[in-house]
């Protein structure tokens, strides 16, 4: 699902537990360091965004960031919201579960308008 998109960036909804969201370029870049350095400047305004409206409205215990890009080869950074009573905490979201979670978590619609707001 896309929540926000320019002609530059887009970020994405990935399907998750917690709220979890993916930054991208347009552009499919390898490595971060291929990035112009004006975009690249710009990728880290918009994760300081994605990041302060995460914390802001979901009040985690933790925000992991992530960038592997292994099975996908081109720059993009995962910004999730951890909870103490998520699935896999202390563990990533790629490791272990520990336990089968229920979040009461507010509507991420909301979250997702903030996101999208704060970026226009």
Known sequence: MLIYEDNEIYIEKHESEIPWL???TKEPYKELGDIPQELRAR???????????????????????????????RVHIH????????SYF?????????????????????FYRRVFNALH
């Open 43 to 73: 990728l880290w305004r918009v994760y300081d965004v994605v990041e302060h409206e995460m914390r802001q409205y979901y009040n985690p215990k933790k925000i992991n960031m992530a960038s592997f890009a292994n099975m996908l080869p």
């Open 90 to 110: 202390p563990n990533p979201m790629w490791g272990e579960k520990l336990r089968d979670a229920d979040l009461k978590l507010p509507p991420e619609k909301e």
């Open 79 to 86: 910004v999730m919201a951890r909870f103490e009573e998520d």
């Open 22 to 24: 993916k930054i991208l």
